[in-house]
């Protein structure tokens, strides 16, 4: 995938954005259809990615991703990403809050 953690959430931790497709998980998947059962078992994987997502101590180099994580990554299908990236991002105007943008301002 093209996008990082940190373009998904760039005012707070990018493990606020794992964490926020993992909660996404798991309302797509009481929402019982098949589709998204399995999307929610494709994001749920992706929690071997969170210790890759959080910024390192000042004067670290981020380290790359494991193995697992990759693997994890690799299986989630465009579908799932692109629809669980259009659950999150409608989020903030359901709350009042400001849209999500990736440019620095």
Known sequence: MAMTAAELNPRGPPAAALSLMLLVAVVLLMGGGAEAQQCAGQ??????????????????????????????????????????????NSLPAKCGLPPVTCRRQ
């Open 43 to 88: 994001l749920s994987g992706l929690a071997s990615c969170a210790r890759y997502s959080v910024p390192p101590a000042p004067g670290q180099a981020l380290p790359a991703p494991g193995a697992e994580c990759c693997s994890a990554l690799g299986a989630v299908s465009r579908d799932c990403a692109c629809e669980t990236f259009g659950i999150i």
